[in-house]
Nanobody, 117 residues
Framework: QVQLVESGGGLVQAGGSLRLSCAASGRTYSMGWFRQAPGKEREFVGSFSWSGNTNYADSVKGRFTISRDNAKNTVHLQMNSLKPEDAAVYYC??????????????WGQGTQVTVSS
């Protein structure tokens, strides 16, 4: 069973930047990031497909960038121009079984991102 370990969360002022990382213990295909703020449902942030395509939620386009290091089986989420509404627990997800870009069967434990105004 593949496991995901996230790192890089923390406290940042509005307008600042943070970089999240997610390391997978085994082979994965598409990998993505989701977030969940208190009292809200988990929402899609962005993904990096097995073919190298990226996809982002409208709310983060132009501010967040996903990159992937295949040699290290790691995906990164660079978050710039952070806003208070970006504050949430961020989860890394991966598809370890199929080439689907919307199915994720492995989830990380989450890392907290706090943005002060």
């Amino acid at each position: 069973q593949v496991q995901l370990v996230e790192s890089g969360g923390g406290l940042v002022q509005a307008g600042g930047s943070l970089r999240l990382s997610c390391a997978a213990s085994g082979r994965t295909y598409s990998m993505g990031w989701f977030r969940q703020a208190p009292g809200k449902e988990r929402e899609f942030v962005g993904s990096f497909s097995w073919s190298g395509n990226t996809n982002y939620a409208d709310s983060v386009k132009g501010r967040f960038t996903i990159s992937r290091d295949n040699a290290k089986n790691t995906v990164h989420l660079q978050m710039n121009s952070l806003k208070p509404e970006d504050a949430a627990v961020y989860y890394c997800a991966a598809n370890s079984k199929t080439l689907s870009t919307t199915y994720y069967d492995v989830w990380g434990q989450g890392t907290q991102v706090t943005v002060s105004s």
